[in-house]
Nanobody, 125 residues
Framework: VQLQACGGGVVQPGGSLRLSCAAS????????VGWFRQSPGKEREFVAL???????YYENSVKGRFTTSRDNAKNTAYLQIDSLKEEDTAVYYC????????????????????WGRGTQVTVSS
């Protein structure tokens, strides 16, 4: 069971990025996928979740700018980030948890059993 997040980079404020979370060793279709981020000196925080059915849930501060989706045929989930702000600078992680599991509100790290390595997003002019 492995997850790999990629797609990070250095972008200017106002720019966009699409992060990918590719799964290997298991079928992502029957899992919920969560996205978290960790900024320097801060704890890891939840940003978005997409359920196995495709229903999405976002942390309030990213609503309207972050969009999560999934392509089960590619065994991959995505996080589209638009109108990037400097405060979005962080390492972004994806995590997966089998469908049917319960999640806290908002989802917490311990709700997810599988984690990928993060991808760095840096927003700077």
């Amino acid at each position: 069971v492995q997850l790999q997040a990629c797609g990070g980079g250095v972008v200017q404020p106002g720019g966009s990025l699409r992060l990918s979370c590719a799964a290997s060793g298991f079928t992502l279709e029957t899992y919920a996928v969560g996205w978290f981020r960790q900024s320097p000196g801060k704890e890891r925080e939840f940003v978005a979740l997409i359920g196995w059915s495709g229903m999405a849930y976002y942390e309030n501060s990213v609503k309207g700018r972050f969009t999560t989706s999934r392509d089960n045929a590619k065994n991959t989930a995505y996080l589209q980030i638009d109108s990037l702000k400097e405060e979005d600078t962080a390492v972004y992680y994806c995590a997966a948890q089998r469908a049917g599991s319960s999640f806290a509100t908002p989802p917490q790290e311990h709700d997810f059993s599988s984690w990928g390595r993060g991808t760095q997003v840096t927003v700077s002019s």
